[in-house]
């Protein structure tokens, strides 16, 4: 599934969210009793699994506040070795466990303790210190998906080193003239081969005689005017 499909999702049609003693485990013996065709329009928390179901109720409020083709994550669990992550208009991804290496590798008693961000942005393992958003377990099941978000960054990353160099050859420095960042290190950034990180910003934004807030919002203005 790509992540665009949730733009496409309507939105109007009723969905159910029901929570139960025991989760069966299909959904076929529910979806007659409520007129439901469609196993998207129906979800399913055991009571077991989510004790407190209005924390479920908050997070379903606030992910659907940021607007329902948000890429946010509603709810998630473990089904045998798939780790199921479902959308605020219930939409499921399965996402083999292998596809996620640190969690695979990991112990079954890590594997289990998970979080879900009260906002749907991710969910996160803290004894592995792992976060994953929609976007990076849509990545995980789809090659494509990953491929063309692999692309973006590359494309931003080359767009942003060249405005860095721009602006560095606008007021005289040299590569070398950068402290705290050496030379090798800009010349990858300027060539779009690295990311730039918060300290090399720093840096290159202190060799300009620039505050850091400053030095990016020329470079904002560079992009602009290169696009």
Known sequence: MDASTLHEIPATRKRFLLWVDDEPDGLAEVLPRLNVRS??????????????????????????????????IFDAFWKDETFVVVSPLFQRLHVPMDKIPKVCNASEAD???????????FVFWPNLDVHMGWPQFVQAVDPLAKLRAEQRSEAFNKAY????????????????????????TVRRIENGETRVTGNAIEALAKAHGMAPNKYMQRLAELLGEAS
Not at 51 to 70: A, E, H, I, T, Y
């Open 39 to 72: 196993d998207d329009r129906l979800h399913l928390v055991s009571i077991q699994r989510e004790p407190d179901f209005r924390k479920l109720l908050v997070r379903l409020v606030l992910v659907l506040n940021k607007g329902v083709g948000s890429e946010s």
């Open 111 to 121: 594997r289990e303790c998970f979080e879900i961000d009260q906002h749907g942005d």
């Open 161 to 184: 080193g060249a405005a860095i160099r721009q602006l560095r050859e606008e007021v005289g420095l040299r590569q070398s003239d950068i402290g705290d960042v050496d030379e090798r």
